[in-house]
């Protein structure tokens, strides 16, 4: 599958000097009707035009809140904050999808130059953003996590599980420049659309952020208190949101089932030989035992490789149904960071 992405906005990144960074904020919202009147109170500062640390030009052009579906009077509060300011933007989803769902369904709907992706619960501060940008900009990258100086507020067994999935996945299932993945992300406009157009059901947004983004960087933050009891999230739905980080990371998994069977085929052969040679100099008495100790080998060898070519289909197949694109264009890199190198505008 390919996909090229026409932005939506007008000039793109292509007039960051003559006009502001415009920002869209995307925030999830399940069960934030005790935490979001203080959270977006914290964007109003945000708004105006304003500069960097280092001197860049933005402002938040838009919140958009997607509402999941979530119990409580979730719905009731975004409608009162979106009838307060002009650049709160509600989106309504006909159920519950779960967070990421909701998060490519915001990042669909926005038009800014960058995207920032928060959760609803306060624990990420927004005043951060700036130095987001400047990360994305000193780096020239197209992604920056916000990476928290101190632990996060939960329990000691949540955070070493989340630690070791991060781990898992970063060293086993993705690229090492992912291994700061978490909900605070800035993006560039355009990737954080074209992911949200091609992306399949139940895919992990991170996973498919690797397949398409070159340059990651990080930027220090410091997590807040959520702004209530950490409930959204049980051990049930956390093993859940594992299995599908696992499933959605596309053929490698499926790829180590092919080497452990090329593995053992070669194991199963050197040890049919050492046990072949033992048997043809009578030191093995047992009747019958080297030829059933080769044959397990040699035939378990061979379904674990058969099983690994099967699985190379099925990787396949896999890349297919998830939405995995064959290539992704953007804007030249150099447009993006420098617009006096542009050559100007892609054309819709």
């Not at 009162?80 to 989803?93: C, F, G, R, S, T």
């Not at 993705?174 to 895919?203: C, H, K, M, P, Q």
């Not at 035939?299 to 197949?317: D, K, M, R």
């Amino acid at each position: 599958m390919a996909f090229a992405y026409t932005p939506r906005v007008s000039q793109g990144i292509q007039g960051a000097q003559k006009r502001p960074l415009n920002i869209s904020v995307v925030i999830p919202v399940y069960r934030g009707e005790d935490t979001l009147p203080t959270l977006i109170a914290e964007f109003a500062s945000l708004i105006a035009e304003q500069r960097t640390k280092a001197g860049r030009a933005f402002r938040v052009g838009e919140v958009l809140l997607v509402w999941d579906r979530g119990p409580g009077r979730s719905d009731a509060v975004i409608r009162e904050l979106a009838a307060q300011h002009d650049w709160v933007k509600p989106i309504w989803l006909s159920r519950n999808f779960g967070q990421h769902a909701a998060t490519l369904a915001g990042m669909t709907s926005s038009g800014g130059d960058w995207i920032v992706t928060m959760d609803e619960d306060g624990q990420q501060d927004p005043t951060y953003i700036p130095d987001l940008i400047d990360a994305a900009y000193d780096k020239g990258a197209q992604l920056v996590y916000g990476a928290p100086s101190n632990p996060p507020p939960h329990s000691a067994m949540r955070n070493l599980g989340s630690k070791t999935a991060k781990r898992l996945f970063t060293n086993v299932l993705a690229d090492s420049e992912f291994a700061d993945f978490n909900s605070y992300r800035l993006v560039l406009g355009e990737i954080g659309r074209s992911v949200a157009a091609y992306t399949g059901n139940g895919v992990y947004l991170d996973v498919a952020l690797s397949w398409v983004v070159a340059d990651v960087t990080t930027c220090t933050v410091v997590s807040r208190q959520e702004g209530r009891d950490a409930e959204n999230y049980n051990y049930r739905r956390l093993f859940a949101h594992f299995g599908r980080l696992v499933i959605s990371s596309g053929t490698k998994p499926l790829a180590i089932v092919s080497w452990l069977g090329i593995f053992f085929v070669l194991i199963g052969g050197l040890v049919s030989i050492w046990v072949l040679w033992q048997r043809i100099f009578g030191e093995l008495t047992v009747t019958g035992w080297a030829s059933t100790f080769v044959a397990l080998m040699v035939i378990g060898g061979a379904i674990l490789l058969s099983l690994g070519v099967v699985a190379q289909y099925v990787g396949a197949a896999t890349n297919m149904s998830l939405g995995k694109p064959l290539y992704v264009v953007v804007r030249d890199p150099a447009a993006t960071f420098d617009p006096r190198a542009s050559d100007g505008p892609r054309e819709p």
